[in-house]
């Protein structure tokens, strides 16, 4: 009788073991497609584009920190699933931000047009301040740095741009700069962003 009440008790820990595991397995691994699909994105690419400095092609996978340089030819959209997409025009360069249902990143260099549904926020840095929405309507937000200082453009919902102490609402349709802009040769001002988007879209094309 002992030796069968061990035997049930070693074949019921195993089973309990057995099921924890598959348990865990099965959360680790929905945690991390989760992760996956917030902290990447797939490349589309027109001209030089650059992936953390090498040269890269259309479906390339970006992750959050990765950085995307485009050329003076170059164009480059980072699609990322349900949370939208963003646009880099020629001599672009952003060092892509993803975390919990917010895209973004850091523009050194050119201009983004960031595009994003409800529930996604945005959230661009450059030199002078920070572009945001709040998500709580879809939002197409165009940011320039072209000429040395920040332009902002929103051409759905409402937007906000931060530089120290000051704030700027960017309505619907509107565009706000802050910063002082070069004087260079062939600054060439921002567009208000398109409402339709993809590489070459009027958003990314100079007034």
């Not at 567009?191 to 070459?200: E, F, K, L, Q």
Request: charged residues 15%; proline residues 1%.
């Amino acid at each position: 009788m002992n030796s069968k009440m061990a035997g049930l008790r070693k074949a019921l820990t195993v089973t309990v073991m057995l099921t924890v595991g598959s348990l865990n397995s099965l959360v680790v691994n929905s945690a991390m497609a989760q992760i996956s699909a917030k902290l990447a994105g797939d490349l589309s690419v027109r001209g030089t584009v650059t992936l953390n400095g090498m040269n890269t092609a259309s479906g390339a996978t970006v992750f959050d920190g990765g950085q995307v340089k485009t050329g003076n030819n170059g164009a480059a959209t980072i699609n990322l699933g349900q949370l939208g997409q963003i646009e880099l025009g020629a001599d672009s360069e952003l060092v892509l931000k993803l975390e919990n249902n917010s895209i973004g990143g850091n523009l050194r260099t050119g201009r983004a047009v960031v595009s994003a549904p409800a529930g996604t926020t945005v959230n661009i840095v450059t030199a002078d301040g920070t572009a945001t929405t709040e998500g709580r309507e879809a939002a197409v937000l165009t940011v320039d740095v072209v000429c040395g200082n920040t332009r902002v453009a929103s051409a759905k919902s409402d937007a906000r741009l931060v530089a120290g102490n000051r704030v700027e609402i960017v309505a619907a349709g509107q565009e706000v700069a802050v910063g002082a802009q070069a004087q260079a040769p062939n600054c060439k001002r921002v567009a208000v962003a398109a409402a339709s988007t993809g590489i070459g879209a009027g958003a990314l094309a100079a007034l």
